[in-house]
């Protein structure tokens, strides 16, 4: 218990996880028995919820807009790698600058000229996701390439290694753990922009057509279910990609224990 209150401390992880437990356990309730005016009440969210899955195709919408988010997401980040590579020659500098900068541009300008470039709305979606996307990892993957100090690049180079063989081994594979997390922390920016695009193009569904459903006609329960369900789908995906990264990437693990 002890651990549980002192700074820096590094409880058991049964401890941690009883703690988190009781801790949601604890919100459910309040929920439950002392529900805030302005939401609506636990049980009307779980009825709610019941309704979404089992009438109006809750699970299929997921689906689409999953399948979508992860190809936004395999593109963009492949996007993003070749173009924070290539930040090793100094002519490409620029074009990395300039595209962590455009992180600032806003989507809903953005959007009618991805409609002029590409001929249906799925491609009208998944190259702004891809786009949305792309800036961000950018600006994180670079940062990590940044991180490189001169005695990593100078041990190398004592080993008889040329400069491509050297960025190489010190950035692109000693930094694949690091690139990974920066894929899983912006991995939340695609969810946050695809209820945008699928309210725009509205002809493949998708959970964020199913949001805007609900709040059009003010069902504040069927609101909050989806963005429980939306959450607790994030959380996952978060979760599998922190695994990915102890199974691939076990020497991440060493600073942190």
């Given at each position: 218990?002890k651990?549980l ?30 529900p ?6 636990l ?35 492949v ?10 020659l ?5 074009i990395?600058?300039?595209?962590s900068?455009?992180?600032y541009?806003?989507?809903?300008g ?65 930094k ?8 899983r922390?912006n991995?939340?920016i ?10 725009l ?34 959380a996952?995906?978060d ?18 224990a």
């Amino acid at each position: 218990m002890k651990t549980l209150f002192s700074p820096n401390a590094q409880p058991r992880p049964l401890v941690f996880t009883s703690m988190v437990v009781a801790q949601v356990a604890l919100l459910l309730l309040l929920w439950l028995f002392y529900p805030m005016q302005l939401f609506p009440s636990l049980g009307e969210v779980v009825r709610s919820l019941g309704d979404l899955v089992t009438t109006q195709g809750l699970i299929p919408e997921l689906w689409a807009s999953m399948t979508t988010a992860l190809q936004a997401l395999a593109v963009a980040t492949v996007l993003a790698l070749a173009i924070s590579y290539l930040t090793a020659l100094p002519f490409f500098r620029p074009i990395a600058y300039a595209a962590s900068k455009m992180r600032y541009l806003t989507l809903t300008g953005l959007t009618f000229f991805m409609a002029l470039m590409v001929s249906s709305g799925h491609q009208v979606k998944l190259s702004v996701l891809i786009f949305g996307a792309t800036v961000y990892l950018v600006t994180g993957m670079t940062s990590v390439i940044l991180t490189t100090t001169q005695e990593e690049m100078d041990h190398v180079r004592t080993l008889g290694m040329g400069e491509w063989r050297s960025f190489y081994e010190v950035v692109v594979l000693g930094k694949l753990d690091e690139m990974l997390e920066v894929v899983r922390q912006n991995f939340a920016i695609i969810w946050t922009m695809i209820t945008l695009v699928e309210t725009l193009y509205q002809s493949e569904g998708g959970i964020g057509l199913l949001l805007y459903k609900q709040n059009r006609y003010l069902h504040l329960d069927g609101v909050l279910a989806i963005q429980l369900v939306i959450l607790a789908t994030g959380a996952a995906q978060d979760y599998v990609f922190v695994l990915l990264r102890r199974v691939f990437f076990p020497y991440s693990q060493l600073g942190a224990a």
